[in-house]
């Protein structure tokens, strides 16, 4: 069986990422590095606290660390923490191929 | 990461796997939807072709998973469709996916297209939505981690 799941470290990063302003806010900070929330609101096309409430989310998934300085706080990712992600990805696909030659296998056997 | 890209679940995260097996749909429809058959190459299982029944495949289990898929079927149609949910895990850690297999006819037998879709946006509206897959995402990244390599 090359199926393995981990289901509550990718459960969260998937669902942080569900988001498709997360998960641009998140490539961003991957591309330019350290941001604030200013620049980083400036980019993303949505109010302020809407940006700190996904950044909120991110970083319970780990995605991002923040530092604060002066009244600035600035955000920078984290891409190692999509590697529940990633894995997931190479495992299931692994899996279904897996299970293709299976099939196959199978319907060779089968009665036409 | 070539398998991942975007789907008919606008914004949803899939995987797709597709061959093409060298016989006719009736006989791939069986294997896909006739339960002994299922449990040869997928894994044990109580699977009914019938939308609306609750069903689980059953493995051994393992680190981080007690081998059990919970799912329900969800579209027959029959030589065309099977779709089913695939859920694993509990509920608060656990992960809902939807699992669906298309069959078309290609040369020389049946293509069979498998795509695991799951993880839509949670909140409508949001303009980048269709614009931002998560095709573009991987896309992106894959580019950023050649870069740092």
Not at chain 1, 9 to 38: C, K
Not at chain 2, 17 to 25: C, I, N
């Amino acid at each position: 069986m090359v199926l393995s799941v981990k289901p509550a470290n990718a459960h969260f990063v998937f669902r942080a990422l569900a988001d498709p302003t997360r998960r641009a806010i998140f490539e961003q900070l991957s591309r330019q590095g350290e941001q604030t929330v200013h620049a980083l609101t400036r980019h993303a096309g949505v109010s302020q606290p809407a940006v700190s409430k996904h950044l909120t989310v991110l970083k319970r998934a780990r995605l991002v660390q923040h530092r604060r300085e002066g009244r600035e706080t600035h955000y920078r990712a984290q891409p190692d923490a999509l590697t529940p992600m990633v894995d997931w990805l190479r495992d299931y696909g692994a899996f279904w191929r897996d299970r293709f030659d299976r099939l196959e296998t199978l319907l060779e056997r089968m009665k036409p | 990461m070539s398998t991942a890209a975007n789907n008919p679940v606008e914004g949803s995260l899939t995987l797709v796997v597709e061959r093409v097996f060298p016989h006719p749909p009736e006989k791939l429809w069986r294997a896909l939807t006739e339960s002994p058959l299922v449990a040869q190459w997928m894994m044990n299982n109580d699977f009914e072709a019938v939308p609306g029944h609750k069903f689980q495949f059953r493995a051994d289990p393992m680190p981080n998973w007690n081998g059990i898929v919970d799912c329900e079927v969800l579209v027959v149609d029959p030589q065309k469709r099977l779709s089913y949910n695939w859920g694993v895990g509990n509920a608060e850690s656990g992960m809902q996916w939807v699992v669906a297999l298309t069959l078309t006819p290609a040369d020389g037998g049946t293509r069979l297209r498998m795509e695991q879709s799951g993880f839509s946006p949670d909140q409508k509206g949001a303009h980048q939505g269709a614009s931002y897959g998560w095709k573009r995402f991987f896309g992106g990244l894959e580019k950023l981690m050649g870069e740092m390599e």
